[in-house]
C-alpha cells in the first residue's frame, strides 16, 4: 500500500473524509474538518455542546471512516479509575493476579460527559491523554496507537458536575463548540430523524495512511514571520506580560482576562495552522490558517475575571478582538 502521500493527496483524502461524513451529519463539515485537523496533528478534542446535536454519532462516524476501534464511556459520579484504565484480578485457581484492561485502550474514545467524572477519575485520564500510557498495579501499559480521546461536557447542567482542572483542559488540543443547526439543515435532520446511525459509510482511511498524513504536515513550511504572529497573539492573551499590557489596555479588555495561554498554546496553533494548510493542498503556512485555528486552540486556555461573567463576555469574543487588532505579518 502506497504511504508517501503528496500535498495534493492529503487534500484529496479531506474532502473524501467531509463527503462521507456528510451522509450521517447534515451540515457538520466543519466540525469533521475540525475533528480531522486535531486527530493529525496528534492531539485530543474537548467538545461541548447542549444535547441532541449528534456529538457521539460524529465521533463514531468519524471513527468508522478512519477504520478505527472505538469505545465509549459515560462518565458518571460514583465512576472510579479502574472502571477507566483496568484493574488487576485475583484468579483463585492460580493464585494469580491478572490484568482485566479497561476501555481507555482503544483507539478512538469518546468520554461523554468528562466534566461528571470526579477528580481521581479525570486524574487517571491525565495519564493515558499525555503519556500514551497506563499504569495497572506495579506495570505500565502502552496504549494502541493511534490514541485519540473526545471528550464531550453539557454546558447547560451544571447540577453534580466537577469543573475540569486546568491542567486538563490544557491537554486538550482544541476545544470544539457545537451550536444549533440552520433552518434548512434541522429541517432535514428531523425529516430523517432516526435513520442516520444506520446509514453506511466506507472506511477510507489505513493506519498506513494516517501515519503518512501526520509526516507529511512536518513538511509544512511556516515562516519566522507567521510564529512571531502567533507569540503575539499569545502576549496579549497575559495581562502580566509588558507587550500584553500596552497592546491590550488601548482595547479595554485587560480587565476580563486572570490568565493568558502558555507557550503550549502556541505550540498547539502552528501544529493546527500546518495540518489546515496541508489539508488545503499546500506546504506553507497562510496567516488564515492560523485565524480560522485560533478561537478552537485558545478558547479553553483562557481564564476570564469575574468582570468577564459580570459583563456577560465570553472568551471567543475576546479572542476575536485580539485577532482583529493585531496586524497581519
Not at 496528534?42 to 465521533?59: F, I, N, S, Y
Not at 468519524?62 to 460514583?78: A, G, H, M
Amino acid at each position: 500500500m502506497e504511504t508517501n502521500l503528496t500535498f495534493s493527496q492529503a487534500k484529496s483524502i479531506s474532502e473524501s473524509i467531509i463527503k462521507e461524513a456528510s451522509k450521517r451529519l447534515v451540515g457538520q463539515e466543519k466540525l469533521v474538518q475540525d475533528i480531522l485537523t486535531a486527530f493529525i496533528a496528534g492531539g485530543h478534542v474537548l467538545l461541548e455542546g447542549v444535547p441532541g446535536l449528534a456529538k457521539t454519532l460524529a465521533v463514531k462516524t468519524f471513527s468508522e471512516i478512519l477504520n478505527l476501534e472505538f469505545k465509549r464511556i459515560q462518565f458518571t459520579p460514583d465512576l472510579l479509575p479502574a472502571d477507566v484504565t483496568g484493574t488487576l484480578i485475583y484468579e483463585q485457581n492460580t493464585g494469580r493476579f491478572s490484568v482485566r484492561k479497561g476501555p481507555v485502550f482503544t483507539n478512538v474514545l469518546l468520554a461523554d460527559e468528562i466534566n461528571r467524572a470526579p477528580a481521581k477519575v479525570q486524574s487517571a485520564m491525565l495519564e493515558a491523554m499525555e503519556e500514551k500510557q497506563v499504569t495497572i498495579g506495579e506495570e505500565t501499559y502502552q496504549l494502541p496507537a493511534p490514541f485519540f480521546v473526545l471528550a464531550t461536557q453539557n454546558p447547560v447542567e451544571q447540577e453534580g458536575t466537577y469543573n475540569l482542572p486546568e491542567a486538563e483542559l490544557d491537554r486538550f488540543l482544541v476545544k470544539l463548540v457545537l451550536t444549533y443547526p440552520e433552518a434548512a439543515n434541522e429541517k432535514l435532520i428531523v425529516k430523517t430523524a432516526g435513520k442516520a446511525p444506520d446509514i453506511p459509510v466506507s472506511k477510507l482511511l489505513s493506519t498506513e495512511h494516517i501515519h503518512a498524513l501526520r509526516t507529511l504536515s512536518e513538511k509544512v513550511n511556516c515562516d519566522d514571520k507567521l510564529i512571531e504572529y502567533i507569540v503575539s497573539i499569545l502576549n496579549v492573551t497575559r495581562p502580566v506580560s509588558k507587550q500584553g499590557k500596552a497592546q491590550i489596555s488601548a482595547h479595554d479588555i485587560t480587565r476580563y482576562i486572570t490568565f493568558g495561554a502558555s507557550p503550549r498554546a502556541g505550540i498547539a496553533l502552528l501544529q493546527c495552522a500546518k495540518v489546515t494548510a496541508m489539508l488545503n493542498g499546500r506546504d506553507f503556512v497562510i496567516p488564515e490558517d492560523i485565524k480560522n485555528n485560533a478561537l478552537n486552540v485558545l478558547r479553553h486556555r483562557i481564564m476570564l475575571s469575574y468582570e468577564a461573567a459580570a459583563d456577560n463576555i465570553t472568551a471567543d469574543e475576546i479572542i476575536t478582538r485580539i485577532i482583529d487588532t493585531i496586524p497581519l505579518p
